[in-house]
């Protein structure tokens, strides 16, 4: 099956922590995004890549961190020195089509940091 | 002004009616513009792309884009209660491969 996985579905950590999300995608797709969805909100891009080892910071970047060592993958670290992280991370890839870049998602990932 | 703006909602429409929901953006230079549907707790799903001025029809659904005006909308025919979610309309801007997303419309379609 293609597709982009995100794990876990729900993730709890105590303020202070770094924690790291995984998106994974066997679409072969070459660009990956990662947003961030508060609630009753639309979705607020925090990093994009579009090749392996490159990547650009979204809107609202500051407190994260992203690698792209390998196409399938996009990790998302959330750092202690972002203020508010509590969120639905989601993350999302895309290809070229005949007329332009449709992006599709992973099925999320709820941290909450107490 | 933000870059993409739509009512939030919620819009409340009978079963087997027209719902009509509505999109504007800031960027006159936007060339691709996407719907998603989000049911609550999940993800966004892509469910219309328009590119060009005009109609594009898909079963139910119809995505209508006047560049002219900055305005982008979506039609759903013979509303089911399973229509019910919250619509994001998303637009390009600043760069092909980046997209900006409206805070969304929330539907309910009413048996």
């Known amino acids: 099956d293609g597709g982009i996985t995100q794990s876990p579905k729900y993730l709890f950590r105590k303020e202070g922590q770094n924690v790291t999300l995984s998106c994974e995608q066997n679409l072969n797709h070459d660009a990956m995004y990662w947003y961030r969805q508060d609630p009753g909100q639309g979705l607020r891009l925090i990093y994009y890549s579009q090749i392996v080892n490159d990547f650009q910071k979204g809107d609202i970047a500051e407190g994260y961190s992203v690698s792209r060592e390998k196409k399938e993958s996009f990790p998302l670290t959330v750092t202690s020195a972002q203020k508010n992280p509590t969120a639905f991370y989601l993350c999302?890839?895309?290809?070229?089509?005949?007329?332009?870049?449709?992006?599709?998602f992973g099925p999320g990932t709820r941290l909450t940091v107490t | 002004q933000k870059e993409v703006e739509q009512n939030s909602g919620p819009l409340s429409v009978p079963e087997g009616a027209i719902a009509s929901l509505n999109c504007t953006y800031s960027?006159?230079?936007?060339?691709?513009f996407f719907w998603y549907r989000q049911y609550s707790g999940k993800s966004p799903e892509l469910i219309m792309s328009i590119y060009s001025n005009g109609d594009k029809e898909d079963g139910r659904f119809t995505a209508q884009l006047n560049k002219a005006s900055q305005y982008v909308s979506l039609l759903i025919r013979d509303s089911q209660p399973s229509d019910s979610a919250t619509y994001l309309c998303a637009v390009t801007i600043g760069g092909a491969q980046k997209l900006v997303f409206g805070q969304g419309t929330r539907l309910t379609i009413n048996p």
């Open positions: 999302a890839s895309s290809i070229p089509g005949r007329e332009g870049y449709e992006q599709y």
């Open positions: 960027d006159r230079g936007s060339q691709s």
